[in-house]
Every structure is written in structure tokens, then in C-alpha cells.
């Protein structure tokens, strides 16, 4: 059963106003113009147990994101590739909006959202994970946890799994007699082969505008929002709807149009992110 | 599993199942088919069948969850173990969790919730056969579910997927084309409001493809809406005649 | 924990005066007598997909039946034998008295009895579903779906099953060289062979009065019901007293009787609806 | 598993454990085995040992579930890991479902719930060791439990199942002759009312047979009702003798 | 989630003052010494269909254990041992604080308390428990099922698990030609080798005093709780504080010093109780 | 799985990772690390990374838990997938449900619950990384997020694990020397009010040994706490240097 959100932030009539009359002045709330998404903060590796894993900061929203490696047995229909398994968590500590329990609609949302947009246009090559087809492939898990919410956390997961898998080493392993496959547990491993980078971009529907990357304020006060997957060539690898609003045909492609400006702006902003990292 | 065509066109340009690219298999909308839910409808494209029911406005059995200004929208979209290649077992699976949302969603800018404050409007959609499309045929029954029991609606919705196999955008994707495709897209409208309720996007499209797709998507609509209108026109006919 | 119904129907005593009334005079609301069903309208092969399926009106409660083939295991301590499993939903559609989530025990109940009338008298011939003995069989799932509640889903559910069973058809297979199973997507296959047919008849004791097929109304007045499931020859084979009242043994006794009589009434309606089915 | 028995009946025509075929094995009824409960009672048919509590009337924890004009009744029926012959996961079966439900119905004829509206009374059956019958050696259990708590109530119940073996019915069919017999028909009935609560067969009969099963069924709960009397009556006199 | 608990018995402030009273000179309600544990009384072999069962009452509490053993597979990293396996329930009959349900956290701590206490110092001797190394070993379950609530669950369980193990018989088994394991159904069985005994002591800290098992008055006015396990010789082998509260560390040492008394105590009433048991 | 080493000290008596035995990894206490939360802190001891968030007093969701009296303590203690050797499955395992009690009963002897009668205080702790010590970590990370919330507390609270190894006792053990040593024994104190909140014991040890161990932990607690109070205060101070 999907319900009608009841548990959602209440924004005033009068920060409407406000936003709105900061909207036509081509400004936002926390100094933005509304095409940019909000400042960039990427540590990568801070989960050392993990085969990958990147912290995120996207302006006050905080996701973490964890990849582990483990052998396991390739799809039938595909006996020539590792299994991918995208899973998220919004958990309770992100916002008070959020509660304990197993993954409701919109943690489930996002899970299959990421996945779907890193499935499709074949992101992760897949095929570089079989070991021995039809029987042994590792399962690449990718693990988001949503740890501090101030909205957009589709952009801030894609981003930090982008991070998390640009960072994951495939272990080195060896065939035992029997055909077991153990792992060696502190090789250093492969990096994991990517065919492409894709990032995901929400624009929210606020009065006639269209703004890139909205806030919790933004979130609350949106009818609508897409969501659009896109990777480096500005294709769409990705597209989901989300809320309760609707689009008329002309706002619609005009936030396409809109996001995918903004999708290279996200490369960007995670090449310099990664760099700084790397550099710190 | 069934096996992956080798080719989806034919020397004619025909899809596998005969239909041109830009042709809807055969709609069938059929209102009222239930006796105990306030508004219900059965519709079929092609093989996909759903039947949709709807209770409300009425009292929230979970109180917790009431809204002081409108009526909240249940959604539950399932499926019957037997409307699948396979068993499917009962118990709902993310797929499900995630249809019932954007379900949800593409209702919620047409009914007229604030008319019913404190009250739940539920509408149960189950599939009892899939072959390809059900989330836009469940879209479009429980638009019409919702007409037959009498809830204010600012416009009905329709839905239909679009596909994109071997290059070529098709309309009303089937399961094989669904399944070894390369895009599928479903969209909802409500074309008498203009407005789009529904997009998702399951694969790689340039942008030109996108906006063609969605084209040939909001006009398709424009006819199963016009379907739709039709079934609750006779269906009101049949109970005047009774 | 089993509890008290309290989403009942409400049926007001002026009602039930009424009811009385008619009875007395050998009738009902819905112009039958006391023993009689209501007319039973079959439509079978609804579900392609499915391996036998039926959609079944019984008045205006409808069930639909879908039956599917898989390979699976036999039991351990029936090796030469398939495997049925019957489950049914009381989806929420079909009832404001209904509530989506797992099944209840209303649920359970119906799948059960239908389970074990179905089981206990060898009505289908699971001998002909063992593929491999021990190893391999047909896992036959009976999915019994109530899709519109006006009372006595017992015996809609029942025909329904019987309905589907007569019209389902086992796929074709053939062993690959390393012993599996290949089930022949597209092949005829061959009809499921049945031993027996078998029917549930529920009574309603209503005051005095045992009247057969109740429908909604008449069940919310009911101290209880009596559902006994028979062979065309007339043999009992199953039973099971619902709901909270009891019975005195000239009662009982008076129900079985009458029930025993509707059974064939039921085959003979089961017959003609499928006649009319075929025919259509 | 156990294996299947050649034969049911040895050459005198006495059953496996020595019985004849319309003896019951050995009944003990022991009230007032808890010192928490309101009421609650240890009964044994043969091996087969269930123990019964009883908690009420009282406010019910389930708030939303009160019934104006009386008392609900739960009941929970379930069994130990360790009461089957391979252990049984705690979490509970679809049988234990339904077996909560019938033993419910099977006591409700005769509770006078009428007379606490508003309120709950919790039975909670747990099987110590099952050796077949254990949903009617429940019911005379929670019977004795009810008494035992003092609840109102128009007549005491007791079960007992009848099978039939090599086409032979026979009285408080033990768990071989369920596993591999030909029927288990479990009879539960108020004898002071004349009233049958709980009815089911599980297997194939004539009419006949289905005639003379219950005959026996209700010959035999004449007895066991005799035997919960005198225990309450014993657990009576022993308080008073306190 | 855990939450403070809200279903406590409620005692008034005049009991916990005629408690304390008594108390100070040395004294109980249930006319014992503030070191003395209730009276125990146990009943070993109660469940004929289990390997091992044993029935305790520790003054009103009353539990009731049942061991199985099965066939099953040794852990991966501990290839030459059984499976030890303990569950425990706190059925609703036993206390009208306990609801129905799945084991809630106190179950889940009395299970695990438990286990360690066993397994820890290898009380039972689990490599007596395998079949074949790595592939097949019996898998122990121990079933702790609370029948009556009146204070100190602990004890009395792990007095019941005691008694239960050393009644508990391996059954005898051969294999057949194929390699599995075909447990002989009637055989007599060899007795499950123990290699320590071991009993838990739970003391309670009421005001300034420190009492040997609590009944459900104390439970309900302790601060704290602590469960400390011992075996014969005195060492300790498991502890846990439980409840709210909090200890000074004199208060610790004199708890422990107080617990470590007790447990001869317990393992002397343990054995004539098993001697009584076996005399009638 | 690891292997078990050969043994547990080098010839100098250092342990694995290279600490003396009375020596605890590098701990890190950050304040304030989340936005949303009304208090919150990130704790490493080693490579075990665990953030606890506090939220509250609140109004609780759960209304018929409150209490009349003071506020009730809500704890979740939760592993994140990634967080261990092998993926855990996100599902709360038997494991994690006793540690959010034990949690959960270690700092309600200092939060002042009885400032706040019928509302919630909650906690949340997600292990980010675990090499050992989780639920002592937690237990600091949870105080110090507890304070940072301005919850009024009678002290704070500090954890470390003891463990047993190769015979000898050893401060703050890591994941190694717990999975593979004799005794792990979770500690858990108030030093300013002198008091033992959480003692776990995992475990064979003699009396001596647990006495020896329960010291070690409350010295090494003292400078634990001490670090929590270092790092509130800077916190404080950035606070107002903003």
C-alpha cells in the first residue's frame, strides 16, 4: 500500500512567498542561482573494510556509500556476468521524517532508481565480474545510507556511488583444488572496470520554476520532482517522476533541457571533489 | 525464460505480434465488473489484464494517517501469482512497493482529495495477467474506477508505455519487447488538463528519442482516455436502462 | 491469536425478521429456496498464461482460479508423486471487509479445506505428475483469488478449482543430457488427470433453518455454518464447522443431509456452466 | 518420519498401543497448574500433553478490536520446539492459524461473553508433546481453564478425535493412525446442551461412517466432561482446604 | 529498537519499605535469607518425544526445556563440531507481561546469556557431536519455554537446561550406502557428553541490598540486576548486568562475591532435586 | 573469516597491532557531525567507526508507550552493511537486538528521563566500521551525542572492551583478538559518579581476573570520558566562534 505522505516538513505560506519573490530575482534561499546544485564534498575510502566506499557531501545532505565484493552465482539468464545489487537505507539518525524499520516506498524508490540507471546504459562492466561462467561471479553489492537529510538525497547517492565504485578493487583470488574460490584477503586487488559515468539530477517543480538540486525547504514546497539519469555524452540513462504533481509538456522538457546542463556540471563538481581528495 | 527474438520487425516493418511500430494492441475497458467496491474497471491491452476497485471516500481505518485538509490516497498495485510466466509468490516485491508509489503518484494531481478531508480513498489494482504494460493499464483502470464511483476528478489519466527495440521507438511495448528491448518508457496523462502524471524511464534514449517518445506516448493517450470516456458513458447508459 | 470477528457485516433485526419471514414460506431475498444455490456462471481459460485457470460467478461472488505447472521436488515420504500446494487471497478489492496483507486466517481456512478435500480423496492423480521418483516432480499451485465478496467463497472457490483443474493442460518437457528439465514453452501438453471431482457445499443455519449457499446477508446472521465436501458418488470427504455457533445433533445431522443433496445440484450446474462456457 | 504399520489391528482386534477400538487412552485433567494465569488446566490423552491458561476478562491491549455488546475471545494455539517428533520452528504454521481459529469457534457457544462488554479473555494453548489429538485435548483444556478462571459459561466442551484405520473407525486416534490412516474427523461438543462446536473431517467417509464417527465422538466427550468436572471439583475442594 | 520498558508490575512505596524493613533484618517475604535462592523442584524426562527435558520450579517459576537433536552441518569454521542452538520463549501464558509474538528482546537475551554460558566453557563437549568433519554433526537444540513468570527467569532456565542435557541421550544412527545418516528411531542412545556443569546467579540490588533470586516483587523495585555464570569450581564463566540501573563498584564486587556463593548452592539443589526426581 | 594467529604477542610483549596490553587503539570523538539531529557524534577506536545521532525530547510516535513519569529511552543500534568482514544483511540479527538493550540500560542511569515525563528520547547508532568494540564505542558516541543534544545528564558515560588472550588480559581488544581470544568483556562507566552502567562477560575467567579487568576498564573509561568532555568543549567553542 502507498499512501498519501502525511509525515512531511511544513513549509509556510510566507517562505513560499519568499522563496518565489527570490525565485523571479533568479536567486535561492542558501545563494545559489537555480540551475546549481549546492556545494560538493567527497571522501573516498573511509570505510577501509569495504572493497569501496565514499562519504558525500552535498550541501547538508550526507550519504555514505559502501561496496562489498562477494562470490556468489551469476543470474541465469546472464551466466557471463557478476550480479549486481544496488540496496538503501534512509535510516532513522537522517531525519526525523524518517523511521526505523525495514525499507519503505521511497528508500525501495531509490534503490531501484540507482540501479536502473546503472544497469541499463551497463555502467559497471558486468562481465569483467564473471569467474567461471554459469557458476561462480562476484556480486558487487553497493550499499547507500542516507545519514543527514536536507533534501535530494537521488543526486547525493548517485554521486556517491560514482565515487565508491571509481574507488573499488576487485580481490585477487585463487581456484583451490576442489574448485572453491578463495579470496586473498589482503592482496591489493584490481580497480573495478566502469564502461561510463552516470550521474543522476532532480530538478523540483516550485510555482513555474525549475530549480536544479532542491533543498528540504525546496522539497517540501515542490508539486513535483524528476529525476534524470545522464551519462557523460548528455544521454538519458534514466528517467522517474516522483511526487505528487505533474507536468505540463512544455515544463517538462524544459527541465530536461535544465538537467541535462546541470548533469555536466555534476561531472565536474565530482572530478574536483575527487581531486582535492586526493590531493588532501 | 522465454528466448531473446532474434530480430523485433519483420521484412514489412511489422512488430512480432504483426502491429505496426506506432499501434496499440487491442483496449479493452470494461467498468463496473465488481459489486462490492464503489467504482471498479477491468482493461486489457492485448494479453495484459488488470482490474481495478475503488472504496471511498471513507472513514481511515489507519487513523494515525489522516490529513486534516484532504483525503489520502491508498494505492495498492499486486499481482496474482498466476499472472506471471512463473508463480509469482504473493508477498510484495520492491517492484511492487516502488508501482504502487509512482501509481499513486500519477492519480494524485486529478482527483479532487481536498473535497474529502479526513477521509481515505483506496483503490486496489491487481494484475491478473502481464504481458508487458501493466503499470499503464492499471493507471488507466484506476482512472476510470475512480469516474465509476462518483469521485470528483479534475480529468481522467491514461497510460502507456513506449519501447525502443532494435533502434526503433514502438508503441505499447509487449513483454518480449520489454524484456530485450532496450528503453522502456511509461508515461500517463491526462490529456484534457495537458498534463503529464506519470514518466519513467527504464533505459538509454538520446534526448531527440525522448522527446519523440513522449510524443507518440501523449497522443496514444489522448485515445485510450477517449476509451475511457466511452466505457463510462455505456456503463451510465446500462444503469439508466436497468 | 484468533479473535472474535468485529468487521462484520451489520444486518439489523428488522432484517432478519424479514428473512425469517420468507423462510418460513420456502423462500429467500434472492428468490431461491431454502436448498437451492445461486445461478453459477463459469468462464474457463481467462489466464493464457496459467496452465488451467476459470472465472467463476456464483451470484455476485466471483473467484478466479489460476492453475500453474513448475518443476520442483516431491515430498520425502512421497517419492512417486507431485506436489500440490493451494493457497488462496482474500484480496481487498473484493470486500470492505477485506484487508490487504498476508493471509488471515479466513484465508488460511479456505486454503486449507480446500487443500485437504482435494488431497484426501486423491481427486487429482499425483502419481502422473513425478517427473524423476524422489527427485523430480510437477509442483502443481492452485491460486484461488475472491475478487468479489457477496458471501460463501467455500463453494464459489471450490467450482472455481474444479473448473480450472478439468481445464488444465501439463506442459511437454525433455531432459537435456545433463538431466534437466526443459519444459516446452509452446507445446499442447496433455490434460491433467483427475480421479475425481469433488464439490463444497456450505450451509448457513440460520435460526431453525439450514439454507444452502448463503449469501453476505444471510452469513452475518448465521450462528454458523457447515461447509462438507462430497464426490459425485456422495461420499463425504471433508468437513469443517465455521464461525461461532454450534450445532445440536439433529441439526448436524439435517445439514449433512441437505448438503449432500445440493452436492449434486452443484456438478449438475458445473456441467451445464461449462457446456455454456464451451459453447459461448 | 515413522514408517507406515503393516497393519492397524492385531489378531484380537485390539489397536497398535493395545487399545480396543472404541477405548480412549488414559485422560488426565490437572487444574490450576499456574500460578500467573486466571485460570488454566494440564491435559493429557495418552503422550499427548497440552496445557491451557486463561487470562481475563480483562481491558483489552488491542484497543481497536473492543466489541460493544460483549467480550472478544483469543485464542492462540501453538507448539513447543520441542513437542513434535523433528523440531518445529516456534514461528507460527498455517495448521496453527487455522487450529486457533476452529478451537476459538469451538468455545464461543458457550462462554457467556455477554456479560463483559468492552473486555478480553486471552486462552492461550501451548502442546507439551504431540501425539495426536491435540486440538481436541486443547479444547478440553481451555474448557477446564475458563472454569478454572471463574468465567460464566452456559456448559463445559471436551474433544475427541475419531479416525478410521484399515476402514475401521476408531475413538482418540493416536498420531500413527493419523499419519496413516484413512480419517481423522476431530469432534468437540457441550454435552449438557447437546450441542457439536467444532466439526471437521480430514479424509473420506460415508455417511454412515460420518453418522456412526460422531455418535461414538459424542459417547466419549460425555465422559471427558465428567472427568473436567471432577477435577474442577477436586481443585475446588483443595483450595478450600487450604 | 529498545524502549524502556512500560509493561513493569507496579509496587507500591509502602511494599518496597516493608521490603527493605525485612531486609534489614535479613529476612524476605517468601521467609527466606536475603542469600538464600526459592526452593527447587525438578522433573527430568516430562517431554518423551525430546532427547532430553527436564520441568523446574523454582518457587512459582516455572520452565520447561526440551532438547532435539538433528542432523544437520558443522560450521564452516568449526568443522569438528556439533551445532548448539538455543531459543527461548516467554509465552504469554506465563505472566500477563509477556504478548505473543516473536521472541522480544528479553527472550533474545535470556537465549543468548544462555548460550554463552554454555558455550563459552564448553560445557558441552560439541566435538562428540560430529558425524563426518565439515559435512554432517548433530545440531543441539535447546528449548526454553517459560511457562510461569515470578521473577528470575535466568536461573531457573539454565537450571532446567542443566537437568535437560544431562537427561539428554544421542541417539544411535547408521549410514547408508549412500552416505546419509539414518537415525535409528527406538535406539536407546548414548548419554550427551558434558563436560562442566555451569549455573547462573542472578542477584538483584534493591536499595543497599544485594539479593539471591529475585521473585517478581524484587524484580519489579531492583535498580539492576546482574546474572553472573559459574561453574563448579568457581570460575566465571558468562555475566550480564540487565536492567536500568547501575552498580558502585564495592556494590559489583559484593554482588559477585554474594553470586559466587550462591551457585554451590544451586548446583547442591540441583542435585537432590535430580536425586529426589530419580527416588520417586 | 580471518585465521586465528599463532599467537597474540611478539617477543616484546607488544599485541598484534602493535599496542602494550594495557593501551587503547587511538580514539576520536567528533561532535555535531550531523544537521538534522538534535545532537550527534562520530567515535573511532581504531578502525571501528561508530555514529550515534539523538533526537528528542519528543514527542513520541508511539503512543502507548509512554510514560507518565519521564521520558522514555528509545535505542537503535544497527550495523551498516558494509560495515563488516562479510555483507550483514540490513535485517536487525538477534545479536543486534540484545546490544540495544544493554545500550539502552548503560546510559539510562544518567539521563535525567524524569525532566521530560510522557515524551521520547531516541537514539540511533549505525556502525559504520567494526573491528571490535562496537557496542563500547557506541556507548560513548551515544553519551556524547546525548550531551551535545543538551540533554540534562547526571555525567557521561564512557565504554571499552577488556579481553582475554593467549592468558593475558588486554585493554580495548580488537576484532582479532575478540574472535579469536578467550573472553570479551564489555565495560561500561560513569566515572564521576563512580558507577558500573553495562558489564558483559563473554567468557572464562577467574575472580582475579575479573576484578583485574573491571579496574583496567574503569581507568581506561576515566580517560575516555575525559576525551568526551575535550571534545563537547570544542565544540561548544566553534559554536561560538561562528
Given at each position: 500500500?502507498?499512501?498519501?505522505?502525511?509525515?512531511?516538513?511544513?513549509?509556510?505560506?510566507?517562505?513560499?512567498?519568499?522563496?518565489?519573490?527570490?525565485?523571479?530575482?533568479?536567486?535561492?534561499?542558501?545563494?545559489?542561482?537555480?540551475?546549481?546544485?549546492?556545494?560538493?564534498?567527497?571522501?573516498?575510502?573511509v570505510i577501509e573494510k569495504a572493497n569501496g566506499s565514499a562519504l558525500v557531501k552535498l550541501g547538508n545532505t550526507q550519504v555514505i556509500v559502501g561496496i562489498k565484493l562477494g562470490i556468489g552465482r551469476p543470474f541465469e539468464d546472464t551466466p557471463n556476468e557478476g550480479v549486481l545489487q544496488v540496496n538503501s537505507e534512509l535510516v532513522p539518525m537522517a531525519s526525523p521524517l524518517f523511521e526505523p524499520g525495514p525499507p519503505d516506498e521511497n528508500a525501495?524508490?531509490?534503490?531501484?532508481?540507482?540501479?536502473?540507471?546503472?544497469?541499463?546504459?551497463?555502467?559497471?562492466?558486468?562481465?569483467?565480474?564473471?569467474?567461471?561462467?554459469?557458476?561462480?561471479?562476484?556480486?558487487?553489492?553497493?550499499?547507500?545510507?542516507?545519514?543527514?537529510?536536507?533534501?535530494?538525497?537521488?543526486?547525493?547517492?548517485?554521486?556517491?556511488?560514482?565515487?565508491?565504485?571509481?574507488?573499488?578493487?576487485?580481490?585477487?583470488?585463487?581456484?583451490?583444488?576442489?574448485?572453491?574460490?578463495?579470496?586473498?584477503?589482503?592482496?591489493?586487488?584490481?580497480?573495478?572496470?566502469?564502461?561510463?559515468?552516470?550521474?543522476?539530477?532532480?530538478?523540483?517543480?516550485?510555482?513555474?520554476?525549475?530549480?536544479?538540486?532542491?533543498?528540504?525547504?525546496?522539497?517540501?514546497?515542490?508539486?513535483?520532482?524528476?529525476?534524470?539519469?545522464?551519462?557523460?555524452?548528455?544521454?538519458?540513462?534514466?528517467?522517474?517522476?516522483?511526487?505528487?504533481?505533474?507536468?505540463?509538456?512544455?515544463?517538462?522538457?524544459?527541465?530536461?533541457?535544465?538537467?541535462?546542463?546541470?548533469?555536466?556540471?555534476?561531472?565536474?563538481?565530482?572530478?574536483?571533489?575527487?581531486?582535492?581528495?586526493?590531493?588532501? | 525464460?522465454?528466448?531473446?527474438?532474434?530480430?523485433?520487425?519483420?521484412?514489412?516493418?511489422?512488430?512480432?505480434?504483426?502491429?505496426?511500430?506506432?499501434?496499440?494492441?487491442?483496449?479493452?475497458?470494461?467498468?463496473?465488473?465488481?459489486?462490492?467496491?464503489?467504482?471498479?474497471?477491468?482493461?486489457?491491452?492485448?494479453?495484459?489484464?488488470?482490474?481495478?476497485?475503488?472504496?471511498?471516500?471513507?472513514?481511515?481505518?489507519?487513523?494515525?494517517?489522516?490529513?486534516?485538509?484532504?483525503?489520502?490516497?491508498?494505492?495498492?498495485?499486486?499481482?496474482?501469482?498466476?499472472?506471471?510466466?512463473?508463480?509469482?509468490?504473493?508477498?510484495?516485491?520492491?517492484?511492487?512497493?516502488?508501482?504502487?508509489?509512482?501509481?499513486?503518484?500519477?492519480?494524485?494531481?486529478?482527483?479532487?482529495?481536498?473535497?474529502?478531508?479526513?477521509?481515505?480513498?483506496?483503490?486496489?489494482?491487481?494484475?491478473?495477467?502481464?504481458?508487458?504494460?501493466?503499470?499503464?493499464?492499471?493507471?488507466?483502470?484506476?482512472?476510470?474506477?475512480?469516474?465509476?464511483?462518483?469521485?470528483?476528478?479534475?480529468?481522467?489519466?491514461?497510460?502507456?508505455?513506449?519501447?525502443?527495440?532494435?533502434g526503433v521507438l514502438v508503441l505499447d511495448l509487449n513483454e518480449v519487447e520489454d524484456n530485450f528491448g532496450e528503453a522502456d518508457m511509461p508515461v500517463a496523462a491526462a490529456p484534457d488538463l495537458g498534463l503529464i502524471t506519470l514518466f519513467q524511464l527504464n533505459g538509454v534514449m538520446t534526448l531527440d528519442e525522448l522527446k519523440e517518445g513522449t510524443d507518440m506516448a501523449l497522443k496514444a493517450i489522448e485515445r485510450i482516455v477517449e476509451k475511457e470516456?466511452?466505457?463510462?458513458?455505456?456503463?451510465?447508459?446500462?444503469?439508466?436502462?436497468?
Amino acid at each position: 500500500m502507498s499512501a498519501t505522505p502525511y509525515r512531511t516538513p511544513v513549509v509556510s505560506k510566507v517562505k513560499l512567498e519568499t522563496i518565489l519573490n527570490m525565485y523571479r530575482r533568479g536567486m535561492r534561499t542558501d545563494n545559489r542561482d537555480l540551475y546549481s546544485p549546492r556545494n560538493l564534498n567527497v571522501q573516498v575510502g573511509v570505510i577501509e573494510k569495504a572493497n569501496g566506499s565514499a562519504l558525500v557531501k552535498l550541501g547538508n545532505t550526507q550519504v555514505i556509500v559502501g561496496i562489498k565484493l562477494g562470490i556468489g552465482r551469476p543470474f541465469e539468464d546472464t551466466p557471463n556476468e557478476g550480479v549486481l545489487q544496488v540496496n538503501s537505507e534512509l535510516v532513522p539518525m537522517a531525519s526525523p521524517l524518517f523511521e526505523p524499520g525495514p525499507p519503505d516506498e521511497n528508500a525501495v524508490e531509490l534503490s531501484r532508481v540507482v540501479d536502473r540507471s546503472l544497469r541499463d546504459p551497463k555502467a559497471v562492466d558486468l562481465g569483467s565480474l564473471v569467474i567461471r561462467p554459469g557458476e561462480k561471479a562476484w556480486v558487487l553489492w553497493i550499499d547507500i545510507y542516507v545519514l543527514d537529510y536536507d533534501g535530494n538525497y537521488f543526486d547525493a547517492s548517485m554521486l556517491g556511488v560514482m565515487a565508491a565504485l571509481m574507488n573499488t578493487r576487485v580481490p585477487d583470488y585463487e581456484e583451490s583444488e576442489s574448485g572453491e574460490i578463495i579470496i586473498k584477503k589482503d592482496s591489493p586487488g584490481t580497480p573495478l572496470k566502469l564502461n561510463k559515468r552516470v550521474v543522476l539530477v532532480t530538478t523540483a517543480k516550485i510555482g513555474n520554476y525549475i530549480v536544479v538540486d532542491p533543498n528540504l525547504d525546496e522539497e517540501a514546497l515542490a508539486e513535483s520532482r524528476l529525476v534524470l539519469a545522464f551519462d557523460e555524452q548528455g544521454t538519458v540513462v534514466g528517467a522517474q517522476k516522483t511526487g505528487s504533481g505533474a507536468y505540463s509538456v512544455d515544463e517538462f522538457y524544459r527541465a530536461v533541457e535544465i538537467s541535462r546542463s546541470a548533469a555536466q556540471v555534476y561531472f565536474k563538481l565530482l572530478d574536483s571533489a575527487l581531486q582535492k581528495n586526493q590531493g588532501g | 525464460m522465454k528466448q531473446r527474438p532474434e530480430k523485433f520487425f519483420d521484412e514489412h516493418g511489422n512488430r512480432l505480434d504483426g502491429r505496426q511500430r506506432d499501434e496499440m494492441r487491442p483496449v479493452d475497458i470494461n467498468i463496473g465488473v465488481l459489486s462490492n467496491a464503489d467504482g471498479s474497471a477491468l482493461v486489457s491491452y492485448g494479453k495484459t489484464k488488470v482490474i481495478a476497485a475503488v472504496y471511498g471516500p471513507r472513514e481511515p481505518t489507519w487513523r494515525y494517517n489522516v490529513l486534516p485538509d484532504r483525503a489520502s490516497l491508498y494505492v495498492r498495485y499486486h499481482m496474482a501469482p498466476f499472472s506471471t510466466e512463473e508463480r509469482k509468490s504473493p508477498a510484495p516485491t520492491r517492484r511492487e512497493i516502488e508501482l504502487s508509489k509512482v501509481i499513486r503518484e500519477s492519480l494524485e494531481p486529478v482527483v479532487m482529495t481536498e473535497l474529502f478531508p479526513r477521509t481515505a480513498i483506496e483503490i486496489y489494482v491487481e494484475v491478473l495477467q502481464s504481458d508487458g504494460g501493466t503499470r499503464t493499464a492499471s493507471i488507466t483502470a484506476a482512472s476510470a474506477a475512480l469516474a465509476d464511483a462518483g469521485i470528483p476528478m479534475r480529468a481522467l489519466v491514461g497510460g502507456v508505455a513506449i519501447g525502443k527495440v532494435d533502434g526503433v521507438l514502438v508503441l505499447d511495448l509487449n513483454e518480449v519487447e520489454d524484456n530485450f528491448g532496450e528503453a522502456d518508457m511509461p508515461v500517463a496523462a491526462a490529456p484534457d488538463l495537458g498534463l503529464i502524471t506519470l514518466f519513467q524511464l527504464n533505459g538509454v534514449m538520446t534526448l531527440d528519442e525522448l522527446k519523440e517518445g513522449t510524443d507518440m506516448a501523449l497522443k496514444a493517450i489522448e485515445r485510450i482516455v477517449e476509451k475511457e470516456k466511452q466505457a463510462l458513458r455505456e456503463s451510465a447508459t446500462e444503469v439508466e436502462a436497468l
